[in-house]
């Protein structure tokens, strides 16, 4: 039961990596604090339960990272990707505070490990957590529990008392029952909204019925939507978020990373018409698998079907659900529920474009198909050796970008621009400041990360210097 | 090998774990697995006993229950382990012992013990056997040597014909070759993971066990058992050289090799059997298997009662309590020898197999990079 009677220093809403560091670095700094995780104990630790690893800036190689990773690489890297629409002076104070987050997260019990398999790309730039975000998230709360922050499961934050962008309280409901808290600041970092499909609806129209939700069904944006009516500035667009094409199988909410589809590059997709929409080769797979999940949401019911050939089998990391197999494209298309007549011609006009067949995995291979439309540019080979596979594919969002402006103290700002004085944002629910659109890889942990250690800092001063 | 049910789930979980991967830093299974694109059967047995039961991946799993993917790695593995130790036992019709193994292994111990004591009551003469006896031989006034030695012998022989076939067969079906086993390298390699336990590290911070904390105690434990039972067969080996080599008869002076090894083995099974026990009684039952949980208990208590009886015998040898807890130790070891091939005790030597077989196959294919996405 939550102790209703206390005047806490810091409150923190959510129970994931930013909520957690908030509260760690809130508690070390000597103040009391309640977190409140709207998850059961077994489904705490939110989207960071499924993560893999975390971004950050390095001056050199270490036991779990092969080079240096500089300042400025990690701007141009995130510039790139947003095209611009970042807060470059904030995302820049984030990189800079990233440095010490592999030492810190050591010291709270985090373990990590050399990137084993499947993600050379990575191996430089991102450190692995030991056992996945899962791990990672019972290590934290193990200390947080052990430093003395007081945590409530099954109590979700549903409002929150704000007075001249002063907060004063929150109404919270656990397991049925409401009560008020109070606390002299209040760090938010109960996500962004993408587990609310009918606020996903807003953005997206009817077509949102068909996304699967990757991560927590408990980010449905409850605490986003009271602080953007309480007057709290707006960052990014409510239709911006991380999407891949996931398999269609999945289950609608927290499939989590198993569901991923890679064959894409060696595949060609078709919609529902049988019809091609996209080069699937356009670049090598890290840097576009995440262009996947809008791609498919924008076709017909929100469904695609990548399809390969017995000579592709095995270059791609396994799935989870068994493709569709078949030893005909007649076959494949019955099954698949597409019409063969059609999935045939669009085949065999591919085929027929295939011109090289110096096919090379590795590389940007020069396979590209001629005078077919879409193109694929790189590694188009035919699909010609049976069985035929094929894999189903809907969007699958991993977490939205409307968030909450924020300032170098983690504050969040008002509608005027003025920061509140005890209102604090970290994580997903103002990752939008830094990730205006696009993506890297690594980078929603340290938003996280950064910004939740940051937020709890200021918190706890703010509290502790007589804030009341 | 029918495709039991335990093999459908144990199939079904590797293929998320296949696609996840997050645990790959904890143990050999992952690494063995992302070798792998489909699970045959015997690939599956083999991973179940390359696993070793440190839970590190069951709080690790996004997908542990309640998620509906419902993957529980430890329990599955755990139980298919068991199943193999009843496949490849040895005289088919015993292989039995497995399926209630507790109670086999206790039914074992308690009627041996007793009816060895009740033949050492009713053939002894009862002056003779409570009595004080002292000096060289003291042992065989109560116990004739040859009547320990030949039924004893005899039974430890079986057990390891027994053990031996199963262990052959367990390598033979996960494809390991006999030349294999000469190469030093392979060996050297799963020598030193099992010595170390390697596996039980969960890559540094020790295993889940009993409970979501890591702890290194269940491996300090199982050293403790593990070397203490070396010791002790090799206070054995020493004392059987000096009766038939030297002439020297028991028992030895406590500053002798066999009494001095045999008492640092017996503290150590004492110390590591009675630890895994007390951790047992606390093991979190969501990752546990409840009939390997029988089993297990079942030979850490006659491994514990082995080293305890012939403590006490040490303790106790010049004094008239020698006779009863003579035939009591005698009794226990006889058990033991003959609970050996169908109780835990056979995971020592499928586990090595499986170590051979990953020290092979981490040699053999370097890490394959496929293509995936990021996070
Ligand atoms: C499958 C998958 C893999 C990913 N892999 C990576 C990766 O490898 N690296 C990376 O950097 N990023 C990764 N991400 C993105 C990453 O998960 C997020 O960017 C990051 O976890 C956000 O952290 P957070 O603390 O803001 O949110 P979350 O971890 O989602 O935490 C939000 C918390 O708030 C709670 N909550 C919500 N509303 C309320 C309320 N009203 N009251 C109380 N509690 C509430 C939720 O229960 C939850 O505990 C991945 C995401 C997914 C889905
Ligand atoms: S046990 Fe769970 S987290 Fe670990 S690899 Fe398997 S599915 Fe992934
Ligand atoms: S229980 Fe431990 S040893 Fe077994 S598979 Fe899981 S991590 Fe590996």
Redesign the interface.
């Known amino acids: 039961m939550i102790d209703t009677s206390h005047i806490y220093d810091v409150l923190i809403i959510g129970g994931g990596n930013a909520a957690l560091c908030a509260a760690i670095t809130a508690r070390r700094e000597g103040a009391t604090v309640l977190l409140l995780e709207h998850a059961p104990r077994t489904l705490r630790g939110g989207n960071s339960r499924h993560t893999r690893n975390l971004r950050y800036t390095h001056k050199q190689a270490n036991d779990f990272l092969t080079g240096p990773y500089l300042e400025e690489e990690f701007w141009q890297d995130l510039s790139r990707v947003t095209a611009g629409k970042t807060d470059e002076a904030l995302a820049r104070y984030m990189i800079r505070e990233s440095e010490d987050m592999l030492d810190w997260a050591l010291n709270n019990g985090v373990r990590f490990q050399p990137p084993l398999s499947g993600t050379l790309s990575l191996a430089r730039t991102n450190a692995f957590f030991l056992g996945g975000g899962k791990a990672l998230m019972n290590a934290y709360y193990a200390t947080a529990e052990q430093l003395g922050v007081e945590i409530e499961y099954h109590a979700q934050a549903t409002d929150l008392r704000i007075q001249d962008a002063r907060f004063t309280s929150a109404m919270v409901t656990q397991r049925g029952d409401a009560c008020e808290v109070r606390a002299n600041a209040v760090v938010v970092a109960s996500g962004g909204f993408e587990s609310n499909v009918s606020w996903l609806k807003q953005a997206w129209g009817d077509p949102a019925e068909n996304f699967l939700i990757r991560g927590t069904s408990y980010n449905q944006g409850r605490m986003l939507r009271v602080l953007l009516d309480q007057g709290a500035k707006p960052v990014s667009e409510p239709d911006q978020c991380h999407a891949v094409a996931i398999d269609a199988r999945a289950p609608r909410f927290d499939g989590g990373i198993v569901t991923r589809v890679d064959c894409v590059p060696f595949s060609i997709v078709v919609n529902k018409a049988a019809q091609r929409f996209y080069d699937e080769g356009e670049d090598i797979w890290p840097k576009r698998y995440a262009i996947w999940g809008r791609l498919v949401a924008q076709q017909p019911d929100q469904i695609a079907y990548a399809l390969i050939d017995a000579k592709s089998q095995g270059l791609f990391m396994p799935t989870v659900f068994s493709p569709l197999q078949a030893d005909s494209l007649r076959e494949l298309a019955e099954k698949l529920k597409l019409d063969p007549d059609a999935l045939e011609n669009t085949v065999a006009a591919f085929n027929r474009s295939v011109k090289s067949d110096n096919f090379d995995p590795s590389v940007l291979d020069e396979c590209a198909t001629e005078d077919l439309d879409p193109p694929k540019t790189h590694w188009a080979r035919a699909l010609d050796t049976p069985p035929f596979y094929g894999y189903p594919l809907r969007p699958g969002i991993t977490f939205t970008y409307l968030g909450v402006a924020v300032n170098a103290h983690a504050q969040v700002l008002m509608g005027n621009d003025e920061p509140s004085p005890n209102i604090y944002a970290a994580g997903e629910i103002m990752a939008g400041n830094i990730l205006g659109q696009g993506y890297i890889a690594g980078i929603g942990m340290t938003i996280g990360s950064v910004f939740g250690r940051l937020a709890g800092q200021e918190a706890a001063h703010h509290a502790q210097n007589g804030a009341a | 090998m029918p495709k039991t049910a335990l093999l459908k789930e144990s199939e079904r979980i590797m ?2 774990c ?9 143990c050999g299974v992952f ?1 063995a697995m ?1 070798q792998r ?1 489909s699970f045959p059967d015997v690939d599956l047995v083999y991973l179940a006993n390359l696993c070793h039961g440190c839970r ?2 069951h ?11 419902d993957v529980n790695l430890p329990q599955t593995l755990a139980a298919l382990r068991t199943q193999s130790y009843r496949d490849y036992a040895w005289p088919k019709p015993l292989a039995r012992a497995f399926d209630r193994n507790g109670l086999v292994v206790a039914l074992i111990s308690v009627l041996v013990t007793t009816l060895v004591m009740l033949l050492t009551y009713v053939v002894q003469d009862a002056g003779v056997l409570f009595a004080t006896h002292s000096g060289a031989g003291a042992f065989y006034q109560i116990m004739p040597h040859r009547v320990m030695v030949i039924p004893s012998a005899g039974i430890f022989l079986f057990a390891l014909l027994a053990l031996t076939i199963g262990f052959t067969r367990f390598l033979r079906d996960t494809g390991v070759r006999v030349h294999q086993l000469l190469n030093p390298r392979t060996m050297w390699r799963a020598a030193t993971d099992a010595a170390q336990l390697k596996f039980l590290t969960g ?3 020790g295993c889940n066990y009993p409970n ?2 890591f702890s290194h105690l269940p491996r300090w434990y199982h050293h403790g058992m593990m070397y203490g039972f070396l010791l002790c067969v090799a206070a054995t080996s020493v004392a059987t050289f000096y009766h038939y080599g030297l002439g020297w008869e028991a028992p030895y002076p406590f500053a002798s090799w066999p009494v001095v090894l045999g008492t640092v083995g017996g503290i150590g099974i004492l110390v590591g059997t009675g630890g895994l026990l007390w951790l047992k009684m606390q093991s979190d039952p969501e990752p546990r298997d409840r009939q390997s949980t029988g089993m297990d208990v079942a030979f850490l208590a006659l491994l514990l009662l082995t080293s305890l009886t012939g403590l006490l015998l040490l303790v106790a040898r010049e004094t008239p309590a020698m006779g009863v807890l003579l035939a009591i130790h005698f009794g226990v070891v006889l058990a033991l020898f003959l609970a050996l091939p169908y109780s835990k005790f056979v995971h020592a030597g499928y586990r090595f197999a499986a170590l051979i077989k990953y020290a092979r196959e981490r040699r053999a294919v370097p ?1 394959k ?7």
Do not use: T, V
């Open positions: 293929r998320i296949n696609a996840c991967r997050y645990c790959e830093g904890y690494p992302m694109k590190a991946c709080y690790a799993c996004q997908y542990a229950p309640p998620h509906e993917f890559g540094g911070d979501e904390r890490g990079i496929e293509l995936s996405s990021d996070y």
